[in-house]
């Protein structure tokens, strides 16, 4: 059964700092690797989608992420924060569109709630 | 364009009463999945219908059930609630083609007292 990990509940950062979340993955085949972002009482946006061909993605809000598949990562990144960012983020895991007769399950790690400092 | 369009925002109900959430997908959309989001945790998969027909479930009980209208709007049904069912409940809808994403409501904020 595919799973998420995040392995950060929170992180704070300062304001201009840059940010790395964490995220694994176990998934049996290749996956369809996502980063949604939730404002409190606010659906899901999407800030990036990793499906195959180069590992380095660029997203929304300046945003990027890296698939690692030796270590089952799919990692986010911003080299600088902005208070705008503060927010929880989620990891999310899909499957082989194709191969599983397009079934779109979204299975999403527990989230990271992100806290800036001035 | 409008996004994806959940109704109500906000419901209360009483343990054993049964409850319809709706939601209406972008336009040209013909994916509707529903997700739970209990407080502090990730979104739970339930449901997805494509063209009317169930492509998923999640691993919940009978007493949640879904359908899909031909406009592709969608419902989801919970019956007999339980204080555990208090929840945000998410629709998401996509096109349904190879490499889509789903783009998500704003939610159903549903209090069981």
């Known amino acids: 059964a595919q799973s998420v990990t995040q392995p950060d509940i929170h992180i704070t950062v300062s304001e201009g700092a840059s940010l790395e979340l964490r995220c694994n993955y176990s998934?049996?085949?290749?996956?369809?690797l996502f980063w949604y972002v939730q404002s409190p009482g606010q659906g899901l946006q999407l800030l990036l989608k990793y499906f195959s061909g180069d590992t380095l993605v660029q997203g929304i809000k300046g945003f990027e992420a890296e698939f690692k598949r030796s270590q089952s990562s799919f990692n986010l990144r911003k080299p600088s924060v902005h208070w705008s960012d503060a927010a929880e983020y989620f990891c999310?895991?899909?499957?082989?569109?194709?191969?599983?007769?397009?079934?779109?399950?979204?299975?999403f790690g527990t989230g990271t709630r992100l806290t800036i400092i001035p | 364009d409008a996004g994806v369009t959940q109704s109500p925002t906000h419901l209360i109900k009483t343990r054993g009463q049964h409850v319809t959430l709706r939601c209406s997908p972008i336009s040209g959309h013909k994916s509707v999945s529903w997700y739970q989001q209990v407080l502090g945790q990730g979104p739970q998969f339930i449901f997805q219908?494509?063209?009317?027909?169930?492509?998923g479930r999640g691993n919940f009980p009978d007493r949640f059930s879904a359908r899909q209208f031909p406009n592709y709007s969608s419902e989801l049904n919970v019956n007999a609630l339980l204080l555990g069912d208090s929840a945000l409940y998410l629709c998401a809808s996509s096109q349904g083609v190879v490499n889509t994403e789903a783009f998500f409501g704003q939610g159903t904020r549903l209090t069981v007292v």
């Open positions: 998934y049996g085949a290749t996956p369809y």
């Open positions: 999310a895991v899909g499957p082989d569109f194709i191969s599983n007769f397009g079934n779109e399950k979204l299975t």
């Open positions: 219908y494509y063209e009317k027909e169930e492509r």
